[in-house]
């Protein structure tokens, strides 16, 4: 075999290797988890309203919390990436409750309550959970997939757009969250 076929293996395995890198740096950046000091797109946008059932069996609509900072988290429970970054948001929701912030998370499993239900229940959520198994708010907000974090601000205006899961209970989140809720 000659010198230069020897070589093709060792090319090919280079190829690969360099191909996967790029790969992993155009899906997850060199930061792959921005905080809150990242210039994170839409901002400045309105916030669309709907109107979401709730596991309680009541009606939620956005607009109905006006006046607070809202997280409007959008996950599903076959989301693996969702279900890290759900313990640390029940961990900001314990830490902001009662004051002027509130935590929505719509759920988009086409199973609806019946899948969403049990799932909450064993995590033990206490932020309100709504169900959208017509993924409207999904279209609404122009996901690209889940999760998608969006923080609204007391006057409807979305200030950060997050893709991905997020540990929310890391100090910058803290800290940005102590500023504009008050």
Request: aromatic share 14%; glycine share 8%; net charge positive.
């Amino acid at each position: 075999m000659s010198d230069k076929r020897k070589l093709i293996p060792i090319f090919l395995v280079l190829i690969g290797a360099i191909s996967l890198l790029g790969i992993y740096f155009i899906f997850f950046g060199s930061n792959p988890r921005p905080g809150p000091e990242a210039d994170l797109k839409p901002k400045g946008i309105a916030a669309q309203d709907f109107r979401l059932p709730t596991l309680r069996g009541d009606y939620l609509t956005l607009f109905d919390y006006r006046g607070k900072v809202v997280f409007l988290n959008i996950w599903a429970t076959w989301c693996p990436p969702c279900r890290e970054e759900m313990p640390s948001m029940e961990s900001l929701y314990q830490k902001l409750k009662g004051r002027n912030f509130e935590l929505l998370a719509v759920s988009i499993d086409r199973g609806g309550e019946k899948v969403v239900r049990p799932f909450a229940a064993k995590y033990g959520f206490t932020f309100p959970v709504l169900l959208d198994p017509d993924s409207k708010t999904y279209r609404l907000y122009g996901l690209t997939g889940v999760p998608e974090s969006f923080i609204i601000d007391k006057t409807g205006v979305v200030i950060h757009k997050v893709i991905g899961p997020q540990d929310w209970m890391r100090k910058e989140w803290l800290n940005f969250f102590d500023k504009i809720v008050g």
